[in-house]
């Protein structure tokens, strides 16, 4: 079972930029993505890539602030957050799928990203 473990969260003022990463244990061949739960919320999807990196999907409020990207050499995805706001305050989660019959089943231990006002 592939294992995920995320990096680059912490703190930052509003207008700043964070990028986050999502080391895979192993290759990953199959879409890869970033969820966030914010506290007293459910979790939300953020964004989505293929394996090619062709096709991304984001959810409406991050969309010309976060860029999703992968380097499957590394068995990497990345999250850049621009323009952050103090409701982009969460921690961020990346997951992934074991097998094409399985719907976001691997997931990371989550990362903290504050956006101070």
């Known amino acids: 079972q592939v294992q995920l473990v995320e990096s680059g969260g912490g703190l930052v003022p509003a207008g700043g930029s964070l990028r986050l990463s999502c080391a895979a244990s192993g290759r990953t061949s199959r879409r890869m993505g970033w969820f966030r739960q914010a506290p007293g919320k459910e979790r939300e999807f953020v964004a989505q890539i293929n394996w090619s990196g062709d096709y991304t999907a984001y959810v409406d409020s991050v969309k010309g602030r976060f860029t999703i990207s992968r380097d499957n050499a590394k068995n990497t995805v990345y999250l850049q957050m621009n323009s952050l706001r103090p409701e982009d305050t969460a921690v961020y989660y990346c997951?992934?799928?074991?097998?094409?019959?399985?719907?976001?089943?691997?997931w990371g231990q989550g990362t903290q990203v504050t956006v101070s006002a």
């Open positions: 997951a992934a799928d074991s097998n094409i019959f399985s719907n976001w089943d691997i």
